[in-house]
């Protein structure tokens, strides 16, 4: 297995229209990470999976994104009715297990950029 | 609201030198420790983790964690002109955080040929 892979790595698109991302952690990987990263930022957590349950989204996160795992394997990250403050690096990340000793392992990105 | 704190830089270091990168969090129950680094545009990269107070060395790297004082650092050896990145600091929230990351806001070191 080569590590994470977030498909596409780079979308732009108008303003008001719908995205979805796509993200494989690695294989054996139970838990997958959703973040948002702006320029000079530190990753924003977005939203957690534990193999197919979500456990927990940011307060941050509007109602206009979803995700879901539907098999416990690969995920997908949707917003809807994009806005100019959407524009950002959305990164996937997967761990194995929880815990103090499990670090999580980063996938390339998707870089959304909202005309 | 649990924080971690990063010097934002830029950090400059002559080729050659010892970069030191430093790091401080607010939750005295914190008990693991990430180092990322991240090349502009690119995804964070796990460099080494902590748990035990004292150092950990690998190669180049080596990371030191002091946590009655609740700061963590990271020296890096014999600095390459390839170590330029922004160096960002995770600290694992512990169970009553689900075990997530709580990140720093990162570093940026430039090391000059």
């Known amino acids: 297995d080569t590590g994470v892979s977030q498909d596409p790595r780079h979308k732009i698109t108008k303003r008001g229209q719908n995205v979805t991302f796509r993200c494989d952690p690695i294989?054996?990987?139970?838990?997958l990470y959703w973040y948002r990263q702006t320029l000079g930022q530190g990753p924003e957590f977005l939203t957690y999976?534990?193999?197919?349950?979500?456990?927990?989204k940011s307060r941050l996160l509007s109602d206009r994104f979803s995700a879901e795992r539907p098999k416990g394997s690969f995920s997908t990250l949707e917003i809807q009715r994009t806005e100019q403050g959407d524009s950002a690096m959305y990164l996937c990340?997967?761990?194995?297990?929880?815990?103090?000793?499990?670090?999580?392992?980063f996938g390339p990105g998707t870089r959304l950029t909202v005309t | 609201q649990k924080e971690v704190e990063q010097n934002s830089g830029p950090l400059s270091v002559p080729e050659g030198a010892i970069a030191s990168l430093n790091c401080t969090y607010s939750?005295?129950?914190?008990?693991?420790f990430f180092w990322y680094r991240q090349y502009s545009g690119k995804s964070p990269e796990l460099i080494m983790f902590?748990?035990s107070n004292g150092d950990k060395e690998d190669g180049r790297f080596t990371a030191q964690l002091n946590k009655a004082s609740q700061y963590v650092s990271l020296l890096i050896r014999d600095s390459q002109p390839s170590d330029s990145a922004t160096y960002l600091c995770?600290?694992?929230?512990?169970?009553?955080?689900?075990?997530?990351?709580?990140w720093g806001a990162g570093t940026k070191l430039i090391i000059k040929p």
């Open positions: 294989s054996e990987h139970n838990r």
């Open positions: 999976f534990q193999n197919e349950a979500q456990l927990e």
């Open positions: 995770a600290v694992n929230g512990g169970k009553d955080s689900n075990y997530q990351l709580i």
């Open positions: 990340a997967s761990s194995l297990e929880a815990g103090l000793a499990y670090e999580q392992y």
């Open positions: 902590i748990y």
């Open positions: 939750d005295r129950g914190s008990q693991s």
